[in-house]
């Protein structure tokens, strides 16, 4: 039974590697849209039809959509100095460019909206 007033609303805590943890706004309806919209543009570009990557490149413009829109603090994270940085679309963008970020989220956030895991809550 989906329990409407179980959704979650309060941020909560992913662990991406050793070290570097994001804090997660809870998924939306507008979220999913907006990253849908992403990935249709890529299906929509120019030789789309003849690229076969095409299906990989929309599900990273989804998945990095749905990282801009969701992290909302992060541990973990700096420059090429080591000094913290903001989050910001541009530095989410180049956490999602490091693999084990990028699968971490894909799994542990992208994943269960996608397959409504984040639904079963009893």
Known sequence: MLKLSAHPSAPAWLDLMPGVRVQMRPATPAAMIIARREAGKVFRAEGADD?????????????GALAR??????SGVGNAEGEPVPVTAENVDALMQIWPC?????????GPILTGETEKNG
């Open 102 to 110: 990028y699968d971490a989220f894909d799994q542990q956030y992208v």
């Open 69 to 74: 829109f969701a992290i909302s603090d992060w």
């Open 51 to 63: 690229d076969p990557d095409t299906g990989t490149k929309a599900t990273v413009a989804l998945v």
